[in-house]
């Protein structure tokens, strides 16, 4: 059993940061990557940053150079620090997780997603 939970949702205004953060636990060897999504309403899923086990990020334009993902591999945790936040950054957020089970093989899992909302 293997659980992802994210916190640090919340309301901010525009221009203001949150830092968001996505821990893993249970039958884990190792964390291969940890991404985060978001989906506003109506809207599909979309990717907001992703980090490799070896560290290696990637962001989509939207959010490049505003969003900065780390991770704690000793915690089997992820962060996503958000800055200069802007009404249409207003999304469920959520973590993927991509990992080798303790047993063997791999899986994957998905948190239950944190609400973001930024408006004055």
């Known amino acids: 059993q293997v659980q992802v939970v994210e916190s640090g949702g919340g309301l901010v205004q525009p221009g203001g940061s949150l830092r968001l953060s996505c821990a893993a636990s249970?039958?884990?060897?190792?964390?291969?990557?940890m991404t985060w999504y978001r989906q506003a309403p109506g809207k599909q899923r979309e990717l907001v940053a992703d980090?490799?086990?070896?560290?290696?990020?990637s962001y989509p334009d939207s959010v490049k150079g505003r969003f900065t993902v780390s991770r704690d591999n000793a915690k089997n945790t992820a962060y996503l620090q958000m800055t200069s936040l802007r009404p249409e950054d207003t999304a469920v957020y959520y973590c993927?997780?991509?990992?080798?089970?303790?047993?063997?093989?791999?899986?994957?899992?998905w948190g239950q997603g944190t609400q973001v909302t930024v408006s004055s």
């Open positions: 993927f997780v991509r990992y080798q089970k303790s047993a063997g093989g791999q899986g994957t899992d």
């Open positions: 249970g039958s884990i060897f190792s964390i291969y990557g």
């Open positions: 980090i490799a086990a070896g560290g290696h990020t």
